[in-house]
């Protein structure tokens, strides 16, 4: 069993930073890939970023060029460093950590980032 807990979200102006941390407790010798997903109000939870255990990373167009996915595996962390924030990249985000069995998978609780001015 994996636990995921998020931290780093809060308010930022368009054009500021943010970054997003998801520490992993409990074994993740299974883990296949870890991932941030959003969910803006009224809109479909969408994939933002995904790193793999071999370290390969995907992100969505919006996302490419701002945003950054890592991880820190002595920590079990996974990061999002978010720059360039636009008002439409408002939205709950989680992570997502996804097992070698595609019936095990593990979600954040969510973190709530706002960007506005």
């Known amino acids: 069993q994996v636990q995921l807990v998020e931290s780093g979200g809060g308010w930022v102006q368009p054009g500021g930073s943010l970054r997003l941390s998801c520490a992993a407790s409990?074994?993740?010798?299974?883990?296949?890939?870890r991932a941030w997903y959003r969910q803006a109000p009224g809109n479909q939870r969408e994939l933002v970023a995904t790193i793999t255990s071999a370290g390969y990373t995907n992100y969505a167009n919006s996302v490419k060029g701002r945003f950054t996915i890592s991880r820190d595996n002595a920590k079990n962390t996974v990061y999002l460093q978010m720059n360039s924030l636009k008002p439409e990249d408002t939205a709950v985000y989680y992570c997502?950590?996804?097992?070698?069995?595609?019936?095990?998978?593990?979600w954040g609780q969510g973190a709530q980032v706002t960007v506005s001015s």
């Open positions: 997502h950590y996804s097992t070698y069995n595609p019936g095990i998978n593990y």
């Open positions: 409990g074994s993740s010798s299974s883990i296949y890939a």
